[in-house]
């Protein structure tokens, strides 16, 4: 049912948002975790239903109830970015990170960055972007560059031109070539060794 939903979920006239929403939630109804995410997706969209974020936060925490952890993050999202509760979004991504789920880290680095949220917090946001520059994926390089002004400011963690230069430097070599994170990092990085002199 999910696999002919994800099929017909196209605008027409190829596919049929409204059928393929029909077969997502006869999956949700008989258990599947898979449908109530692709549920979730359909309100968040407005795609073959009304958009309606309440309702998709709703699928995406049934999803996490029939046991795919991986939704914690899509519930964190839509408190985050949808729902505009940064409480509730926070609550989700430290559950999934302690589920194993390391997209969360970026999230939480996000959350606690973000100096008009009442949940600011500049060490755990360096906490958790150290979690993500040290590990092996996509956001890497954005995680590096954010760690690069958090040291070079003293914020959250001591002031530290010395390492702020060396997380440019991670940029630079692992970033691709067309990377806004590179274009920044490389334009940065003479300024900063200015300074230093």
Sequence with gaps: MVRLGNLLNRPA??????????????????????????????????????CDNEK???????????GDSHSMIHAGRMYSRHLHCPEAAMRWFLRAAEAGQTESHLELAFIYEDRKSPLYDAEQAVHWYRLVAEANGGSRDRARLALAHFCRNGEGTAHDPAEARAWLVKVIESAPPKSAFLREAKSLLPKWEAEML
């Design 56 to 66: 998709a936060v709703d699928w995406f925490i049934k999803a996490v109830e029939a």
């Design 13 to 50: 006239p190829d596919g049929d948002p409204t059928e393929a929403v029909a077969l997502f939630r006869r999956a949700a109804e008989l258990g599947y975790a898979s449908g109530m995410i692709f549920l979730g997706f359909a309100y968040r969209e407005g795609a073959g239903v009304a």
